[in-house]
C-alpha cells in the first residue's frame, strides 16, 4: 500500500499541486502579517472540485510551505513569524551571516519535518489500530478532552478558551439535529436546514478577520529593509553537524511530541525548543547574540511539529491546531472523515498523503534555496494592493461552494466575529474546534445514553472513556490553579485592580 500510495501522487498534476502548493505556500508564510492558517483557508475551495488525492496533496503543500516559509522575515526583517527564529537569526544576519543563518534555518526545518514524517509513519498505523477499539463513550471522551485541552491552551485564559469554545458549541446546533432530524436555531431560513457551512465559516474568521485587523490599522506602511545575503556557507561541516546533532534530534522530539498535543503548534514548539537548547549548551550566555544552535532549535522544532500535528488528525479525526483545522475541514469536503477507520476504508489515500508531505518537504528546500531571492522581493508588496485581492479570493470561494450569496453572507459575519473576537482577546481556535467537534461530541453522547438507557455511568466506568474523562478534570483543575497563582503576588497577597 506505501507503494501504490507512492505510485498514485506520482503523475505530473499532482507533483504540480504539491510544488506549486509549496511554493505558495513559502510565499504566504515569508509576507508578514499573512499565516500558514489563512492560506490553507484561502485554498480550500481550489480543491473542492478535484479528487481527493489531489486536493489534500495541494493542502499538505500549503501546510508544509507556509510553516517553514516564515524563516525569512524573521532572519531578514527580524519580523516574528518564527518567533525564536528571530532571536539569533536576525543578530547573524546583522553580522553579515544572513546567508548562514538562511542555510542553517532551511537545512533543519527540512530535517526536522523528515524526522516528524518517519514518526507519523510509524506511530499513526499503530494508534489507529488502538483507536478501532473505540465506541461512541471513547469518542464522546477524546473529542472533549481535545476540546478542553485546546480552550485551556489557547489564549492564556481558561475562562476565554472555554467561552470561545461554548460560542462555537452553539453554532454547530444549527440545522438538523443528528439522529432525530429535528431543525433547531434555523429561524425559518431554509439556507440553515443543514447547518452553517463549514467553509465561508473557516475563511471569514481566519481570512476576513486577518483583513480586517490590517485594515483597521491607520498607520503607515514603512519600507521594508531587507538585509543583504548570499546564499553560500550552508555552515554544516561534516564536525558542525556532529557538534549540532543533539540539539536538532531534542528539538526535533519536542517538536513532534507538542505537535500531537491537541492547541499548541509551531509557535510553542519553537519557544520550549530553544529553551531547552539553551539549557543545555555549554554557552548559554551567547544565545540571542547570533548563534547557529538557537536557528537549529528553533526552525527543526517548528517544522517538526507539521508531522506530530497530523497524527491525532489521521488516527482520531482531532485537529492539533489552527492549521490542522483547516485540514480536517478539506477532508471533509472531500466526504471523508479522518480517525481510524480511515486506515481501513482509504489506506491508499492515507499512505499517498504520507507521500505527498515527503515530496513537499523535498520541494521546500529546493525551492527556499533555488527562489530565495524572488521570495524576499516578494516582502515588498504593498498591502493595500494584497489585501483587496486577497478579499476577492474569499468571496470567489465562499460563493463557490453552493453558489449562492447566503455563504458570503456567512464568511462576512464570521470575518467580523472573528475580528471582535480577536478586540476581546478571546482565542479563535476554541470557537472553530467547538463548531467541528460539536457535532462528533453530540452523536457520541446521544448514541452512548442509548445504548446504556440513559445511563451516564459507563462513559465514566469504561477504562479508555473514564481515564480521559478524568484526564479532562485534572487538565481544568490545574489550569485553573496555574491561573489563579498567576495573579497573586508572591507574598500570598491577591492583585486586585483600582
Not at 489557547?154 to 443528528?178: D, E, K, Q
Request: net charge positive; with cysteine.
Amino acid at each position: 500500500m506505501l507503494i501504490e500510495g507512492i505510485l498514485s501522487i506520482l503523475n505530473f498534476q499532482t507533483l504540480f499541486l504539491i510544488i506549486g502548493g509549496t511554493v505558495l505556500g513559502i510565499i504566504i508564510g515569508a509576507i508578514p502579517g499573512l499565516t500558514v492558517t489563512m492560506g490553507v483557508a484561502l485554498f480550500l475551495p481550489v480543491t473542492f472540485a478535484m479528487s481527493p488525492v489531489d486536493g489534500l496533496s495541494l493542502l499538505m503543500g500549503l501546510y508544509i510551505g507556509g510553516t517553514s516559509g516564515g524563516l525569512i522575515p524573521s532572519i531578514l526583517l527580524s519580523t516574528p513569524a518564527s518567533v525564536a527564529t528571530t532571536f539569533d537569526g536576525y543578530p547573524m544576519a546583522v553580522r553579515g551571516e544572513a546567508g548562514k543563518a538562511l542555510s542553517v534555518a532551511i537545512i533543519s526545518s527540512f530535517l526536522g519535518g523528515v524526522f516528524s514524517l518517519l514518526v507519523l509513519f510509524a506511530v499513526s498505523p499503530i494508534l489507529a489500530e488502538v483507536a478501532l477499539k473505540f465506541g461512541p463513550y471513547e469518542y464522546f471522551a477524546v473529542a472533549l478532552f481535545s476540546l478542553t485541552l485546546v480552550a485551556g491552551l489557547s489564549g492564556g485564559s481558561l475562562a476565554r478558551g472555554m467561552a470561545a469554545a461554548g460560542i462555537g458549541l452553539t453554532v454547530s446546533f444549527v440545522g438538523m439535529a443528528p439522529i432525530t432530524a429535528f431543525p433547531r436555531f434555523t429561524f425559518d431560513w431554509h439556507e440553515l436546514d443543514a447547518g452553517i457551512t463549514l467553509l465561508p465559516a473557516l475563511i471569514g474568521l481566519f481570512a476576513v478577520s486577518q483583513i480586517l485587523e490590517e485594515a483597521e490599522s491607520r498607520k503607515p506602511q514603512k519600507k521594508l529593509q531587507v538585509l543583504s545575503y548570499k546564499l553560500s556557507n550552508l555552515g554544516f561541516s561534516v564536525k558542525a553537524t556532529i557538534a549540532h546533532f543533539p540539539n536538532w534530534l531534542r528539538s526535533s522530539l519536542i517538536g513532534t511530541g507538542i505537535g500531537v498535543l491537541p492547541g499548541l503548534g509551531a509557535a510553542v514548539c519553537n519557544i520550549l525548543a530553544y529553551g531547552a537548547a539553551k539549557k543545555r549548551s555549554k554557552h548559554p550566555e551567547k544565545f540571542g547574540t547570533g548563534v547557529s544552535d538557537g536557528v537549529i532549535a528553533s526552525e527543526s522544532s517548528g517544522n517538526a511539529s507539521t508531522g506530530g500535528g497530523m497524527v491525532p488528525l489521521l488516527t482520531l479525526g482531532i485537529p492539533g491546531d489552527n492549521t490542522s483545522v483547516i485540514l480536517l475541514a478539506g477532508f471533509m469536503i472531500h466526504g471523508i472523515t479522518p480517525g481510524p477507520m480511515l486506515f481501513e476504508t482509504q489506506t491508499l489515500l492515507v499512505y499517498g498523503i504520507f507521500a505527498a508531505l515527503v515530496v513537499s518537504n523535498l520541494a521546500m528546500i529546493i525551492a527556499l534555496f533555488g527562489l530565495m531571492r524572488g521570495f524576499v522581493h516578494i516582502l515588498s508588496v504593498p498591502k493595500h494592493i494584497l489585501l483587496p485581492i486577497i478579499m476577492l479570493l474569499c468571496v470567489i470561494g465562499a460563493y463557490g461552494i453552493n453558489n449562492r450569496l447566503f455563504d458570503v453572507g456567512c464568511m462576512l459575519v464570521f470575518g467580523v466575529l472573528g475580528w471582535l473576537m480577536k478586540k476581546a482577546s478571546l482565542p479563535i481556535t476554541p470557537l472553530l474546534l467547538g463548531f467541528i467537534l460539536g457535532p462528533i461530541i453530540e452523536t457520541n453522547l446521544r448514541r452512548g445514553l442509548m445504548s446504556s438507557q440513559g445511563d451516564f455511568m459507563p462513559f465514566i466506568t469504561e477504562p479508555i472513556s473514564g481515564t480521559v474523562l478524568v484526564a479532562t478534570v485534572i487538565v481544568v483543575i490545574v489550569t485553573t490553579y496555574k491561573e489563579w497563582t498567576k495573579i497573586r503576588r508572591p507574598h500570598g497577597q491577591v492583585i486586585t485592580s483600582s
